[in-house]
């Protein structure tokens, strides 16, 4: 269970770095959030010149704006729930293909203090990392901490997996 706790400052570097590798590569990003509320999104935007290369964020707290912003089937959320590897791969999915992005990342999960079910800990936040015309990666981490430790650690999860991505 990961315990370490990002700081403002790594969150801003790894957004930074980001920036330079999308900018470079002349990408765009999208993201599609529910746990962390729009936090990736506001990270990127606090670095100048991200207008360059994110080109739009959606936050999807509800089942149903999933549905209507993403395209996330009702079968899979009926199925799966929320917090799924299938869930954040039609969120990413549906990201790139209601935007310009061709580099997407999705979140949800379960940041606390309530909403847990059996097996499906609080702390427990899936990810997938999309890309135009490419694959969709998924991955879940069980973070440990109150709600704000949750999401700050799911937020520069995201960040970093967008880097590998990128690279």
Not at 14 to 42: D, H, I, N, P, Y
Not at 61 to 76: I, M, R
Not at 119 to 146: S, Y
Request: overall charge negative; some cysteine; glycine content about 12%.
């Amino acid at each position: 269970m990961p315990t370490h706790l990002p700081s403002d400052a790594e969150l801003q570097g790894l957004a930074e770095r980001l920036g330079e590798c999308m900018f470079a590569a002349g990408m765009q990003l999208a993201l599609a959030e529910s746990c962390t509320g729009g936090w990736v999104a506001k990270i990127v935007t606090d670095i100048v010149g991200s207008s360059s290369w994110f080109d739009r964020g959606f936050v999807t707290y509800t089942n149903e704006s999933k549905q209507a912003l993403l395209g996330v089937p009702a079968e899979t959320l009926a199925t799966e729930g929320a917090v799924s590897a299938m869930t954040v791969a039609a969120m990413a999915r549906g990201a790139l293909a209601r935007s310009h992005a061709q580099l997407s990342c999705a979140i949800s999960g379960i940041a606390g203090p309530g909403g847990a079910t059996p097996g499906k800990p609080v702390g427990l936040v899936w990810f997938a990392w999309g890309v135009r015309d490419g694959d969709v990666r998924t991955e879940q981490q069980i973070f440990a901490g109150d709600r704000e430790a949750v999401r700050r650690q799911a937020v520069a999860h995201a960040l970093r997996g967008l880097l590998d991505v990128c690279a």
